[in-house]
Each structure stands twice: as structure tokens, then as C-alpha cells.
């Protein structure tokens, strides 16, 4: 009887210590199984955030370039909206030369009203140019 109990303490320790150790066992894989997870949900995280800020940086030089697409077609527009008042601007030089040499040709104006006549075309002109210069720019 005697034995019989050591025979089943023996038994049930052995099987405890079995258990024990496969416990352990799995308790070591389950850990190394994990470890590895974690490893390559780090590894995954680093490729992500530097997948995304090549990402960003692809996004930041493509709004660059649209801006710089953008500012060409708009400076291309300009050009061609641009009209031409050459031939407009020509015949006011024109008109204001003969007014000069009508003045000049022994009209009856004194010095001071063809002087007043002089700046006020000369005016007329000058800020004519100076509104054309400042729309082509």
C-alpha cells in the first residue's frame, strides 16, 4: 500500500513535472513566436513611416510642379490675351506731331496756350505708354 502511494505520488509529481515543463515549453515557443510578431511588426512600421514620407515628399514635389505648370499656363494666357496697341499708339504720336507743327506753322496760339497744349499731349502720350508698359508686365 505503501508503494502504491509512492507509485502515484511519483506518478502525479512526473505528470505535474511533465506539464510543468510543457508549460514551459510552450510557454518559451509562444515567447519566441511573439518575439518574432513584434519583430516584424517593427520592422513593418519602420518601412511604413518611411513609405510615408516618401510618399509626402512625392506629394509635396507633384503640388510644386502643378504650381509651376499652373504659373506657366497663366504667364501663357497673358501673352496671348495681350493686344496689340501699336497701331493705336502710332496714330496718337501721329495726331500729336501735326498738332505740333500746326502750332508751329504761324497759328495765332500764344507761347504759354501752345506750351499747355505740348504738356497736355505730352501727358497723354507718356501715360498712354506708361499703361501699356505696366499691363504687358
Known sequence: MFIKKIRE????????????????????FM?????????????????????????????????????????RAASREDECNVEDNGPQLMGRIKDSINDMR??????????????SMLITDQRRIFAHIKNSCIEAN
Open 31 to 71: 515567447m519566441v513566436k511573439l518575439s518574432k510578431k513584434h519583430l516584424i511588426a517593427t520592422l513593418l512600421t519602420m518601412k511604413c513611416l518611411e513609405a510615408n514620407e516618401k510618399f509626402r515628399k512625392l506629394l509635396k514635389c507633384r503640388d510644386t510642379l502643378k504650381f509651376i505648370q499652373d504659373t
Open 102 to 115: 500746326d502750332m508751329n506753322a504761324g497759328s495765332h496760339l500764344t507761347l504759354q496756350e501752345r506750351q
Open 9 to 28: 505520488t511519483v506518478s502525479i509529481m512526473t505528470s505535474f513535472s511533465f506539464s510543468c515543463h510543457l508549460a514551459m515549453r510552450m510557454n518559451y
